[in-house]
């Protein structure tokens, strides 16, 4: 677990803006007015839908102030989140999340719009910023998923994650190594 005085090792390596495809791209969240918007209508918006799958999904992002605080604390604690954005959807279609572990090693996870759903959007936006953690140095992705939740496991398998093993909480945890 990162500590909270260490600041993100890639922090100046991992760029603010990640192209994925024609029409989407990854945004990293600051602590500005209009992203702590986007990202208080995204979670306000998708809570029932998105607690189910994440336990630790923010229930506290109540209002675009808890949201601008959220990602002020998310930075602070080694933790950087990215705004997925598209042309044909309006205000943030689904947040990537990187949590520094140590030693190149990050945990990766994603939360998308329901009505985003089975288009690909988490497996090209997965696939985004893990080239975006290996070309700044990173060495390896983990994450974790509920083993009841089969949509991320797609996700995972689409991403070239492979099982590593189940966590003592009971979460399934998978793998990526940076190639070469």
């Not at 994440?54 to 602070?76: F, M, N, W």
């Not at 080239?131 to 998923?145: E, I, N, S």
Request: hydrophobic residues 35%; charged residues 25%; aromatic residues 10%.
């Amino acid at each position: 677990m990162a500590t909270p005085e260490r600041q993100f090792s890639n922090n100046g390596n991992l760029p603010p803006y990640i192209p994925v495809s024609e029409g989407m791209w990854l945004s990293r969240l600051q602590p500005t007015d209009e992203d702590a918007q986007d990202f208080y209508e995204f979670c306000r918006k998708n809570l029932e839908f998105l607690e189910g799958h994440h336990e630790d999904y923010p229930r506290d992002v109540v209002s675009p102030q808890k949201a601008k605080k959220g990602i002020e604390d998310s930075a602070a604690h080694s933790i950087l989140l990215w705004g997925i954005k598209t042309t044909d959807h309006q205000g943030l279609a689904g947040v990537l999340s990187l949590e520094d572990q140590g030693e190149g090693v990050y945990e990766i996870g994603v939360g998308l719009d329901e009505q985003m759903q089975n288009r690909g959007v988490a497996t090209s936006s997965m696939n985004a910023l893990a080239d975006a953690v290996f070309t700044a140095g990173g060495r390896k992705l983990v994450a974790k998923t509920d083993p009841t939740n089969f949509r991320s496991q797609k996700v995972l398998s689409r991403t070239h994650f492979t099982f590593a093993y189940k966590h003592p909480d009971g979460d399934f945890v998978y793998e990526l190594l940076a190639q070469g």
